[in-house]
């Protein structure tokens, strides 16, 4: 990286530097209904929520997941279980979305002459 007026000052180097902040939060409600002795279904529903942010964008986003499992009790007292459920599973990447927008580091020659106090089409050598 180099100063942008070097005619007045000498190049300055620095690091490139880039940071992501993100969250994620997850809020889910399930409950149990006793359909019959030894029968009972679990529906339930998720709230995902999740932030990513930095020097170029601010992204938010969220998912709404449905589930529900069934258990039933062979023997309806307490023995053996046989259980099922379909639910959806989701991952917010947004901290990866936020990183390519950042983009790469960037690097630049000054094309600035001292002996002929002029910007030219190829770097002094």
Known sequence: MFANEPQFEAPRFDWWRGATTSSSTVFAVEDRVTIAPGFW?????????????NRSVDLRRWALLPQIAGVWDLEARGGPVVRGGIHDRVNLDLPGFAAHAQGEPFYRQCRFNEATNRFTATAPG
Not at 41 to 53: I, S
């Open 41 to 53: 279904l679990e529906p339930g529903v998720a709230v995902v929520l999740g932030r990513a942010t």
